[in-house]
């Protein structure tokens, strides 16, 4: 079984400040890694995904993410943050042979002007 | 892109009604419908996955006789809330495989039950 683990529940920031939102995943098999967001109200957003070839992928809006399969890491990352950033943001897995996404439990992430 | 749009985007009912919420899939077929369940502060869980023309899958611990699934054309896919009650409140969000993409998928904008 697929496990997704996202250690910040919260993470504020202030604009213009880099930031850095940790994934963790555990699994037994290969998987695709995703990053998604969620404002509210809305349904999820794909920001990028990582399905083989280089490690750093570069996704919407400024994001970025490293896929470090020694760690079992895919931490999302982004240079500078702006206002609208502010939103839920979820790491995923999903098996090479499967169609069903392992979400973790979200980091809310607040742009502090 | 492929595109799924969601109706209702918000819906109150009273305790004992029953809430049917549609998934269309625009400008592709969508065979497969995955059907998510977010609480509050709380990640995505998958509550069942339908396949059109045939019996959906439930996940472990979904009520298949709550939770009625219905996928009868490859662009439509309905979940029906029967008797609804107070903890079935909850985001609930469709998902369908990009076709043609390289393994995406699409979410629909979701919908806010609440039951009074």
């Known amino acids: 079984a697929q496990s997704v683990t996202q250690l910040d529940s919260q993470v504020p920031v202030f604009e213009e400040a880099p930031v850095e939102l940790r994934c963790n995943y555990s699994?037994?098999?290969?998987?695709?890694l995703f990053w998604y967001v969620q404002y509210p109200n809305q349904g999820l957003q794909l920001l990028l995904k990582y399905l083989s070839g280089s490690t750093l992928v570069k996704g919407i809006n400024g994001f970025e993410a490293e896929f470090n399969k020694s760690q079992t890491s895919f931490h999302l990352r982004k240079p500078s943050v702006h206002i609208s950033d502010t939103a839920e943001y979820f790491c995923a897995v999903s098996e090479l042979t499967g169609n069903q996404f392992y979400f973790g439990t979200g980091t809310s992430l607040t742009v502090i002007p | 892109g492929a595109v799924v749009s969601q109706h209702p985007s918000r819906v109150i009912c009273k305790s004992g009604t029953s809430v049917k919420i549609e998934c269309r899939s625009l400008?592709?077929?969508?065979?497969?419908m995955f059907w998510y369940r977010q609480f509050p502060k709380q990640s995505l869980m998958l509550m069942a996955t339908?396949?059109?023309?045939?019996?959906?899958?439930?996940e472990q611990g979904v009520e298949k006789d709550k939770f009625l699934i219905n996928h009868a054309s490859l662009t439509l896919s309905t979940l029906t809330v029967t008797s609804a009650h107070p903890e079935d409140s909850s985001f609930y969000i469709c998902?369908?495989?990009?076709?043609?993409?390289?393994?995406?998928?699409?979410f629909g904008s979701g919908t806010r039950l609440t039951v009074v």
């Open positions: 998902s369908a495989p990009e076709v043609g993409q390289s393994y995406g998928y699409t």
């Open positions: 699994s037994s098999v290969s998987v695709y």
């Open positions: 339908s396949n059109e023309g045939s019996k959906a899958t439930y």
């Open positions: 400008d592709f077929q969508a065979t497969t």
